[in-house]
């Protein structure tokens, strides 16, 4: 399954990071971190805790503040751009049109418990993307249709399993049509026997859908399944770079052959 | 004569609710409005305005917690010597009960998880859109039963305003007891109706407490 080149047609990688710096006060977490993820591609970042990985999706998400460096999606600058030299940041409207590309499923899932399950997914398309509400209510149910959950549009948040929330939380970002999901441990949260229902779905889109993804995971099966190519982490570093056949089977570094060897 | 008459305690009765409905109640469902929306008006200011303004706001909330009602009401009542007692008094019981009731906002506020503002951030909700749809529901839920207990406070409170010569109920009493020179019964059933009003309320709040704890 290679991923659907338009790289070649636009020039541009879905999301480019370079020379990304984030210190959490002096903690430095990245360090001049470089590294591109093609349209269409699923990159899957593995590596031990407090090696970053989290880090680099908030920082897609705008959720942390990037501290050097510079984000691009779609070839545009996120956060921050270069002009005459210096470094300076968007305004919150140029960024906006950015992050709107973009969607994310958290480990928490993070649903609107004060909303029943479509409120929770039409929300954003009615009220950010200025959809008729009849238009994102059926679409919504046509997406808790995929994620297998048609039955419980009206019902609330809190009284669904771990796995259904987690669901609801992918369908909720499905319903922004993101070209960009970012997917941090959406499965770390749950009774194990109701990640395989999550990892499904997820399965599902992949194979569905042209979406870029970055993933991190533990559930290497999966990130084998379903990535493109895989990072390595350590140290907020990239320490290898791989598919996953190779990454997963026979890895070059010592570093990764041990962490591999840990969580397998 | 005996220290107790029913005569008298029904006699009074009428002219207590009265002044009841015309000031205890009407200042407090009004002061109760005006610290509710004020005080969410704080709180919100003080999460997302800059520091020059939210810092003297949180000074002047607390200068406000730190004194006595009475004196608010005596002074306010005296700086604006043309607006009628009962108007003032009912801004002062508003603003004073909306710094209490700002606080109480500001920790539902802050028990929305951080989760429910990166949630809205990835739909780029606006933050104005936040706001309303997600933190203020949440945090409402959460706060409901603690500003009904304010609610009552206040009406406890409503007897200052005779300081500034407003007649309430409790003044109303004191009244019939100068007329008769009998004070037990006018006092008593005034002490009746406020335990009247405030222990049902009480029992409603702890219901809705309940009803509310979960989704
Ligand atoms: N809000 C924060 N404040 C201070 N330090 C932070 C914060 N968030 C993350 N860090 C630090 O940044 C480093 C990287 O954290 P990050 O969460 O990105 O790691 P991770 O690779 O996702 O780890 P895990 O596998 O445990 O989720 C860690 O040392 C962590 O302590
Ligand atoms: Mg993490």
């Known amino acids: 399954m290679p991923p659907t080149d338009s790289t070649a047609v636009t020039g541009q990688p879905a999301i480019r990071f370079e020379n990304v710096v984030k210190k959490f006060g002096d903690n430095t977490v990245l360090d001049d971190l470089n590294f591109d993820v093609r349209r269409g591609e699923r990159v899957t970042l593995i590596g031990p805790s407090g090696s970053g990985k989290t880090t680099i999706l908030r920082l897609v998400m705008t959720l942390e503040h990037l501290t050097g460096g510079y984000i691009y999606v779609d070839g545009e600058p996120l956060t921050h751009l270069e002009v005459n030299g210096r470094r300076v940041e968007r305004r919150p409207k140029d960024i906006a049109r950015s992050t709107q590309k973009i969607g994310m499923v958290f480990q928490q899932f993070n649903l609107f418990p004060n909303m029943s399950v479509l409120e929770n997914i039409t929300e954003a398309p009615v009220h950010v993307l200025g959809r008729s509400s009849e238009e994102a209510r059926t679409r919504g149910l046509e997406l808790l249709d995929m994620v297998g959950l048609a039955d419980k549009a009206e019902e609330h948040p809190t009284r669904l399993s771990g796995g259904q929330q987690q669901r609801v939380a992918i369908a909720r970002a499905l319903a922004m049509d993101p070209e960009i999901l970012l997917l941090d441990e959406v499965t770390s949260a749950l009774d194990p026997e109701l990640v395989g229902e999550v990892l499904g779905v997820l399965r599902d889109i992949a194979k569905s859908t042209d979406i870029t993804m970055l993933i991190v995971t533990h559930e290497m099966q999966f990130a084998q399944d379903v990535s493109h190519r895989v990072l390595m982490f350590d140290g907020g570093k990239i320490v290898e770079e791989a598919s996953p056949d190779v990454m997963f089977t026979s890895p070059t570094h010592e570093r990764t052959r041990s962490f591999l060897q840990a969580v397998l | ?215």
């Open chain 2, 1 to 215: 004569m005996d220290w107790w008459s029913w005569d008298r305690a029904l006699e009074v009765l009428p002219e207590l609710l009265v002044a009841f409905v015309q000031v205890t109640l009407v200042a407090t469902v009004i002061g109760s409005v005006i610290a509710a929306v004020l005080g969410l008006i704080i709180a919100i200011t003080r999460r997302t305005a800059p520091a020059f303004i939210a810092r003297p706001v949180h000074a002047v909330m607390e200068f406000i917690r730190m004194t006595p009602i009475v004196i608010q009401l005596l002074f306010v009542f005296y700086t604006f010597n043309t607006v009628d007692g009962m108007t003032l008094g009912v801004i002062v019981l508003g603003v004073h009960y909306a710094s209490y009731m700002a606080e109480v906002y500001r920790s539902g506020i802050d028990a929305v998880p951080k989760g429910q503002w990166e949630a809205a951030t990835a739909l780029s909700m606006s933050p104005a859109r936040t706001w309303r749809k997600v933190v203020i529901p949440q945090a409402l839920r959460t706060t409901l039963p603690a500003l009904g207990t304010w609610v009552i406070s206040m009406l406890k409170d409503t007897p200052y305003l005779t300081v500034i010569f407003v007649v309430d109920m409790v003044r109303q009493a004191e009244n019939y007891g100068s007329r008769t020179f009998v004070y037990t019964e006018s006092i008593t059933m005034a002490g009746l109706i406020f335990l009247a009003a405030s222990y049902p309320t009480s029992v409603l709040l702890r219901r809705l407490e309940k009803r509310l704890a979960t989704y």
